[in-house]
Nanobody
Framework: QVQLVESGGGLVQPGGSLRLSCAASGTFFTLDVMGWYRQAPGKQRELVADIPSARLSTKYADSVKGRFTISRDNAKNMVTLQMNSLKPEDTAVYYC???????????????WGQGTQVTVSS
């Protein structure tokens, strides 16, 4: 079982920055992947970025490359999304997710946060 608590969402003007954080807690053995999805009204949910536990590789949606940076602190079980040069098109609910393996072994399971609203508007 993994609980995810997101923070850092809010209202920002175009060109501004926000930093989203997600802290994982619960009973788990490993957090193999941590990342962020987003969903805007009337649009499909899309992967924004993710990062494996080794932190040596990252994945970004083409629309955010060069503007967003994902990182993780394994000691704190936390993943962070630094969002710069925000555009109105970035407005969405952002969801933290992890792929975790439970104590005692087993297959990977996905867990989702409640979501945090990011609004980019003048």
């Amino acid at each position: 079982q993994v609980q995810l608590v997101e923070s850092g969402g809010g209202l920002v003007q175009p060109g501004g920055s926000l930093r989203l954080s997600c802290a994982a807690s619960g009973t788990f053995f490993t957090l193999d992947v941590m990342g962020w999805y987003r969903q805007a009204p009337g649009k499909q949910r899309e992967l924004v970025a993710d990062i494996p536990s080794a932190r040596l590789s990252t994945k970004y949606a083409d629309s955010v490359k060069g503007r967003f940076t994902i990182s993780r602190d394994n000691a704190k079980n936390m993943v962070t999304l630094q969002m710069n040069s925000l555009k109105p098109e970035d407005t969405a609910v952002y969801y933290c997710y992890v792929e975790a393996r439970m104590v005692g072994g087993g297959i990977l399971h996905a867990y989702w946060g409640q979501g945090t609203q990011v609004t980019v508007s003048s």
